[in-house]
């Protein structure tokens, strides 16, 4: 995996069409003048087009937990409070935005441990590694050629591979195959493929890191073949011109 310098050297371009910033994601979630694969996939599903900030409605709790724990190690220890019943009072007292962080129980807690641990653990993919040294959570903003702008902010990425972690409830390759369907997960790949080849100049690899968020915490790797980004960028392209359009 390279380094955020190697890619951003490798970029074609950087500047007022194409630029990076290494943000929170609160406020990458608040920019709403680029458009993210978010917002084009509830515009795909049909949801109101108007309504383009995101809506956490409790079940991304603990996909969130992992995200920050597995990813961005920092924001976890700022953003998250575990309630641990054997620690000291004094370890309470000490910290005066708890009313502001978002609160997990040591159970909670031990299964994101177990979690991170069975990704790093994976034996078919040295994923570890990847995640240790590839680019996580940068945020990608650009202006295509049409002049309509857009932002993704991946996983996990080099110019060669694309990396995204994503919680399920069966990593079965045919139920994750109706997950990544239902939820238009491939939209989001491509999108976030076209994302790294503008900064990188190469069209990279793109695989989902599948894990079942409950005891034995299944892990499986899918790697989506040309056929399949193929067929997503068509849909992402589709999506992108409605999307321009209804917005016009």
């Given amino acids: 995996m390279r380094s955020i310098e190697d890619v951003v050297r490798a970029a074609p371009a950087v ?19 680029h458009i993210s694969s978010s917002m084009l996939r509830r515009f795909a599903r049909g949801e109101a087009h108007a309504e383009r900030g995101y809506v956490d409605n409790g079940q991304s709790r603990i996909p969130q937990a992992l ?4 990813l961005e190690p920092g924001r976890f220890e700022r953003e998250y409070f575990v309630l641990d019943a054997d620690a ?16 997990l129980s040591s159970a909670e807690h031990a299964g994101l441990r177990a979690m991170q641990q069975a990704i790093r653990e994976y034996p078919r993919a040295p994923l570890a590694a990847a995640l240790d040294s590839g680019v996580r959570e940068l945020s990608i903003y650009w202006t295509d050629e049409a002049g309509a702008r857009w932002k993704a902010r991946p996983d996990c990425f080099s ?13 079965r390759p045919a139920a994750f195959a109706r997950t990544r369907r239902r939820f238009g997960y491939d939209l989001q790949a491509a999108h976030y493929v076209d994302a790294v080849r503008r900064l ?27 056929a399949d980004l193929e067929r997503a960028g068509e849909e992402l392209a589709l999506a992108r011109s409605r999307y321009r359009a209804a917005a016009a």
């Fill in 67 to 70: 995200h920050a724990a597995m």
């Fill in 15 to 33: 500047g007022p069409l194409l630029y990076t910033r290494q943000e929170s994601l609160t406020t990458y979630l608040a920019r709403t003048d």
């Fill in 88 to 103: 000291p009072a004094q370890a309470f007292a000490e910290k005066d935005d708890l009313l502001d962080r978002v609160w």
């Fill in 159 to 171: 110019a060669d591979t694309i990396y995204e972690l994503k919680t399920t409830q069966d990593v």
């Fill in 200 to 226: 990188s100049g190469r069209i990279p690899a793109f695989a989902y890191i599948a894990i079942e968020p409950r005891p034995p915490y299944y892990v499986w790797v899918y790697e989506l073949t040309p």
